[in-house]
């Protein structure tokens, strides 16, 4: 019966080439290669895989949002969902959308209209993945909420995004919302002790804390400092687990906020340029590190308390300054120099 | 009559200032006239200075002339029919040339003159025919693939002397009597421009025998186009409310503005608080230049305009008597120069977030990870071959180049893996590297080498000791001939 299906064809084509792909696994990034392949392996979201597994046996789901902060297995669920989902064909019946590809109106527009307008093959119906969609400009969520509306009977769709807020009520209303929270200690630690197994590699308990404890309920990042302190030695201890973090942790915002502190602008600005226009770190990470390294700084006693105060009242107005469509690096430079006047505690 | 057009030189010898740019005019013309074909010529310079006059001189030469000004609509169609029509006639006549001249080609309209740059390009790139073009603005993105393909000719201002000598001229040759003071305030507030000059004095002096300096006032500065630099001057010098806020009548892009007087605030103020107060008052004009442009209501400009230019104005103390060499906002240069270095990361976060499932930010993210990963050998192998590397984007993650091996299969190194005790390989290999080091120094000894590579054979832990091993002994090789060769 496919034979007459001329588009049916070229996706049983499709089928036994990806399938191949799929044949060799490679190793690489543990992040990837531990990647949780069913719901049942995800840790420290127990109440979203019951109502992701009552999905799974009713054959058929609702169009879905995930929020939550990073690494805490937003993706991962997705991916496993619609594995399991739809069944051994799930492949080409599953269409992810990357934040880091082009995600303008019109790329929305084309990619989701080309893959909805197939008739499911091999599964129930096809699921489209949106990473990130609190990223998407006001005008290209309302393009996919049309989207959404037009495809019900054929296409499911799930959304993650950090923030739910700043997604449009629409779209919303449109979705049943899972909110993803960071994972607890426990779960981090069966991961970890997971890998480590298959890994075979020799971690102890303290090891382990100190991951746990940097890692502040991404998992993500965990595994990513399990692998880098694996890189280092067989044996992780606590140590390499410090250094890992403190190497992986950036400078640049550190010396930048004491060279205004010392009351050099000029040199403090100079950094902050090089940090954001030849590196390309963004203002909302910017602002994230200095407030993190501010508060630091003021643990270590090395800004006094009321200082620190005040400090803390100016990142927080530059931060709604430049989420309100500023200029990030313009305003950054200007919450420099509120720390020109602070002296640094000896 | 307009003393312009009366006083307009009637040949090259009257046409006063830029020498070179004239003797170039008019060797353009004779090459062309014995039939040399040239490229075309794009005559670059500030109003009033006489483009258009040397355009219609080089006229002259020819037998006759088409030109297409700003007034004329100038789409793709029209340029190709005129320039088709002249060329035409030539073949008919043979004996003399048309020249085409088409003036201001920098003030093409976006959409009425639709194609217009197109059809020029496409008719510059053949040279069959002499044409001349003027432009004001050497800079502008119209003219930049013009540029290219045609003689730029750059025409500078008219020295002041230039037009107070001129002036004087002509008011000899109306019999009106003059203060020399009157003729030169004239000269300099015309900036260069002989036209706008002219212009002056025909209307305080026309039906008149004397001019005084109570004349002047009848004509007022021309509304001068200040440069950028000129603004920040007044911005960061001034505490004057007028003159701050009259300086911000200039044609550049307000951001650029912005951005400019910014690069300069800690140049100039000294005191901490003022730099602070400076910063609070950029830091609300570029709010309401991003709420411009995020409404598309550019109503919001002039509070910008007010912050940047009174805000940062009044925020210094004193004035500060000193001088301060002003320059252009560095993150320009910046960008520029990270360009290659952004694209190479831009490549690989796209690789790293296809695999992983991550958006750039996300991907970027990883970076620190990545690095200290890639610093042991068997791990750089896999993510260079799980993400699929090249050798540009691994020089991002590590300095030492990784050498070309194929991946080791998963036994080897799983087993390279458990066996490895950190201290012993560690202890092996540094003491490799270290008597390796010795041997580039003392350039002697070609025989250690081998019983180096000989030790790390026996307990088969360490591939890449021995490869090392082998490596130093070519390379003491190599250095052996050469010194061979010095002596």
């Known amino acids: 019966m496919y034979l007459n299906n001329p588009i049916a064809l070229t996706q049983i084509l499709i089928i036994i080439r990806t399938n191949k792909n799929n044949g060799d696994q490679m190793n690489g990034p543990w992040v990837e290669k531990y990647r949780p392949r069913s719901l049942d392996e995800i840790v420290g979201q127990d109440h979203i895989v019951k109502r992701l597994k009552r999905y799974v046996k009713e054959g058929s789901m609702p169009n879905l949002m995930f929020s939550g902060p990073a690494g805490v297995g937003k993706t991962t669920a997705a991916l496993a969902l619609a594995k399991t989902i ?148 067989a044996q992780i201890t606590e140590e390499n687990v410090y250094e890992v973090v403190s190497k992986a942790r950036p400078k640049d915002v550190r010396i930048m906020i004491n060279k205004a502190l010392d009351g050099d602008f000029l040199g403090a600005r100079d950094l902050l340029r090089e940090i954001m226009v030849t590196q390309g770190t963004s203002g909302e990470d910017m602002i994230t590190q200095i407030y993190q390294e501010v508060s630091r700084m003021a643990f270590e006693e090395s800004i006094q308390k009321n200082d620190y105060i005040k400090l803390i009242e100016s990142i927080g107005e530059y931060d709604y300054r430049i989420r309100e469509g500023a200029n990030p690096r313009i305003q950054l430079e200007a919450l420099l120099t509120k720390f020109l006047s602070k002296a640094k505690a000896e | 009559m307009l003393w312009t057009e009366k006083y307009s030189p009637k040949n090259f010898n009257e046409f006063i200032g830029n020498l070179k740019a004239k003797k170039e005019v008019i060797e353009w013309a004779e090459q062309w006239l014995i039939g040399n074909l040239q490229k075309c010529l794009l005559i670059v310079g500030p109003p009033g200075t006489g483009k258009t006059t040397f355009a219609h001189l080089t006229a002259k030469e020819f037998s006759d002339f088409v030109e297409l000004n700003a007034s004329d609509k100038r789409s793709y169609d029209i340029i190709k029919r005129i320039v088709g029509e002249a060329s035409a006639s030539r073949s008919l006549f043979h004996d003399g040339m048309k020249l085409i001249i088409l003036d201001e080609v920098d003030g093409l309209h976006g959409t009425d003159d639709r194609g217009g740059i197109k059809a020029i390009n496409e008719i510059v790139k053949k040279t069959h025919h002499p044409i001349i073009m003027t432009a004001n603005d050497p800079y502008s993105k119209r003219i930049t693939s013009l540029k290219r393909n045609c003689k730029v000719i750059k025409i500078r201002k008219v020295h002041t002397n230039s037009i107070v000598a001129f002036l004087k001229r002509i008011c000899v040759n109306e019999g009106i009597e003059f203060e020399e003071h009157v003729i030169k ?285 082998s490596k130093s002994k070519k390379k003491d090789k190599v250095e052996k001939q050469t010194s061979l060769f010095h002596f």
Request: net charge positive; hydrophobic share 35%; proline share 3%.
């Open chain 2, 185 to 469: 305030t004239l000269a300099k507030r015309s900036n260069g421009d002989l036209r706008s000059a002219i212009g002056d004095l025909q209307v305080i002096a026309q039906g008149k025998d004397q001019i005084s300096s109570a004349d002047l006032d009848i004509v007022s500065q021309k509304d001068q186009v200040s440069n950028v630099f000129d603004s920040v001057r007044t911005v960061l010098k001034s505490k004057n409310f007028a003159k701050i806020k009259d300086s911000m009548r200039l044609d550049v892009n307000p951001p650029f503005i912005l951005e400019t007087i910014v690069e300069n605030i800690p140049h100039e103020y000294e005191k901490a608080e003022e730099i602070e107060r400076a910063y609070e008052m950029v830091s609300l004009a570029d709010i309401n230049f991003g709420r411009a442009f995020s409404t598309r209501n550019y109503t919001y400009w002039k509070y910008s305009f007010d912050f940047m230019s009174l805000g940062v104005g009044l925020a210094k103390d004193e004035t500060y008597k000193k001088f301060a060499r002003y320059r252009g906002s560095s993150v320009y240069a910046m960008l520029s120069k990270s360009r290659s270095k952004r694209a190479l990361m831009d490549i690989i976060a796209q690789k790293i977030g296809n695999r992983l499932h991550l958006s750039k930010r996300g991907a970027i993210a990883q970076f620190p990870y990545l690095k200290i990963m890639f610093t042991d050998d068997d791990m750089a192998y896999e993510l260079v071959n799980y993400f699929g590397f090249e050798n540009k984007e691994v020089k991002f993650f590590r300095s030492k180049k990784l050498k070309k091996l194929k991946k080791p299969s998963k036994s080897v190194r799983k087993q390279s893996r458990s066996v490895k005790k950190p201290s012993e390989t560690n202890f092996t290999s540094k003491k490799a590297q270290k008597v390796m080091k010795k041997d580039k120094t003392t350039k002697t000894a070609p025989k250690k080498p081998k019983i180096l590579s000989k030790k790390p054979k026996k307990d088969k832990t360490n591939e890449k000791s021995e490869n090392k091993g």
């Open chain 1, 86 to 233: 739809l069944g051994e064909y799930w492949r080409q019946n599953f269409l992810e959308l990357n934040a880091s590809d082009a995600r303008g109106i019109d790329t929305v527009r084309t990619n989701i209209k080309n893959f909805c307008r197939l008739k499911p093959v091999g599964a129930p119906f096809r699921i489209i993945f949106l990473d990130e969609v609190d990223n998407m400009t006001k005008d290209a969520q309302h393009a996919l909420r049309r989207e959404m509306e037009m495809y019900t009977k054929t296409a499911s769709f799930i959304l993650s995004c950090n923030y739910s807020s700043k997604i449009i009520d629409p779209i919303q209303s449109r979705c049943a919302i899972f909110r993803f929270t960071s994972i607890k200690g426990e779960g981090i630690i069966k991961r970890l002790e997971t890998v480590a197994e298959a890994e075979k590699i020799d971690l102890d308990k303290n090891a382990i804390e100190s991951i746990v404890y940097f890692a502040e309920g991404d998992l993500r990042k965990a595994i990513n400092i399990l692998q880098s302190s694996a890189s280092t030695s």
